[in-house]
T-cell receptor, first 113, second 110 residues
Framework: DGGITQSPKYLFRKEGQNVTLSCEQN?????MYWYRQDPGQGLRLIYY???????QKGDIAEGYSVSREKKESFPLTVTSAQKNPTAFYLC????????????FGPGTRLTVL | EDQVTQSPEALRLQEGESSSLNCSYT??????LFWYRQDPGKGPEFLFT???AGEEKEKERLKATLTKKESFLHITAPKPEDSATYLC???????????FGAGTRLAVHP
């Protein structure tokens, strides 16, 4: 079955730690995205990538980093510079960047201890 | 600034009681409006895409409509399994990205 997988489902971070969230897709999509979801707010774009080895900052990129070494994979690192990282993180992909429908993974819930 | 507003924030219905959710938007160059369903602790599930005013799409008990300023998600004779948060998103041509509303939490009681 084609789809998007994210791991882990739950992640706990200590102060000062960097953590990496995994996102893999087998839909053969070119574009991939990372969003953050907080209670009572709409999804906010962290980073996006249109093609391999290229990515762009979204609205709230500070304290986050990404890489796109393979078409199928778009990992997100939450660095210690992100002061309020507790949130639900969602990865999405679309066939092209733009108006194409974005399909979402199941999400990773990150909690700071 | 481009903006998407969903109302109401929360809606409680009895099983079989039809209603509508609203998504109003102000964007520079609408290039698509998307509806998603999200269950607690899960990722959004795609429902519909609408591209132009007057367009309508249906899926089971759900029907989405679009005008130049807003979209409605009509739920006909809802069942408890329709309980979820419904998200609306608009693709802004001006900002070249999806802008999401905060969602409407729907609870359908037997």
């Amino acid at each position: 079955d084609g789809g998007i997988t994210q791991s882990p489902k739950y992640l706990f971070r200590k102060e000062g730690q960097n953590v990496t969230l995994s996102c893999e897709q087998n839909l053969n999509h070119d574009a991939m995205y990372w969003y953050r979801q907080d209670p009572g707010q709409g999804l906010r774009l962290i980073y996006y990538s249109q093609i391999v080895n290229d990515f762009q900052k979204g609205d709230i990129a500070e304290g986050y980093s990404v890489s796109r070494e393979k078409k199928e994979s778009f990992p997100l690192t939450v660095t210690s510079a992100q002061k309020n990282p507790t949130a639900f993180y969602l990865c999405a992909s679309s066939s092209e960047r733009g108006t194409d429908t974005q399909y979402f993974g199941p999400g990773t819930r990150l909690t700071v201890l | 600034e481009d903006q998407v507003t969903q109302s109401p924030e929360a809606l409680r219905l009895q099983e079989g009681e039809s209603s509508s959710l609203n998504c109003s938007y102000t964007v520079s160059g609408l290039r698509g409006l998307f509806w998603y369903r999200q269950d607690p602790g899960k990722g959004p599930e795609f429902l519909f895409t609408l591209y132009s005013a007057g367009e309508e799409k249906e899926k089971e008990r759900l029907k989405a409509t679009l005008t130049k300023k807003e979209s409605f998600l009509h739920i006909t004779a809802p069942k408890p399994e329709d309980s979820a948060t419904y998200l609306c998103a608009v693709f802004s041509g001006g900002y070249n990205k999806l802008i999401f509303g905060a969602g409407t939490r729907l609870a359908v009681h037997p």
